[in-house]
């Protein structure tokens, strides 16, 4: 159990599902990771029941923290996989706290696509997301 490894003084959530602790190494003050107590390495390992929960989690916490520290906003951030500069060996969901210009920069560099580019990926995505649907409503 991941969960375990956390210290009880920084924890500030938790249910049968999920835990929410302070981050050790904050972006921002009030910085808070919310995981499931179920090991999952990605989000996608997730089930429907425990993504529905978690995020409803996330609402709260998100609520609460802007209403607690009177914040402008959150950046809700998951690193999804290795490529993503996903570091832990369980899936994290980061709710960092936001004010203006707090010098946090979450922008990405802009791809540019010609129109025929970007139809062939409109295309393809559609076809495998249908495909994903299709499959995923037969096991339910």
């Not at 972006?27 to 409803?56: M, R, S």
């Not at 922008?107 to 010609?114: D, L, P, Q, R, S």
């Not at 025929?116 to 037969?138: C, G, H, I």
């Amino acid at each position: 159990d991941w969960s375990s490894d956390v210290c009880s003084s920084d924890l500030v959530y938790e249910d049968d599902v999920c835990i929410a602790f302070l981050d050790p190494k904050p972006a921002t003050p009030g910085h808070l990771i919310l995981i499931p107590k179920k090991h999952v390495l990605i989000f996608p390992q997730l089930e429907k029941d425990e993504i529905i929960h978690i995020f409803a989690t996330l609402k709260l916490l998100s609520n609460s923290l802007l209403k607690s520290l009177k914040l402008e906003g959150t950046s809700i951030f998951i690193a999804n996989g290795i490529a993503a500069e996903q570091h832990a060996t369980h899936l994290l969901i980061h709710i960092i706290p936001r004010q203006e210009n707090d010098g946090i920069n979450l922008t990405t560099n802009k791809v540019e696509f010609n129109d025929q580019e970007y139809t062939e990926l409109t295309e393809k995505l559609k076809e495998k997301w249908y495909a994903m649907f299709v499959e995923n409503s037969k096991e339910q």
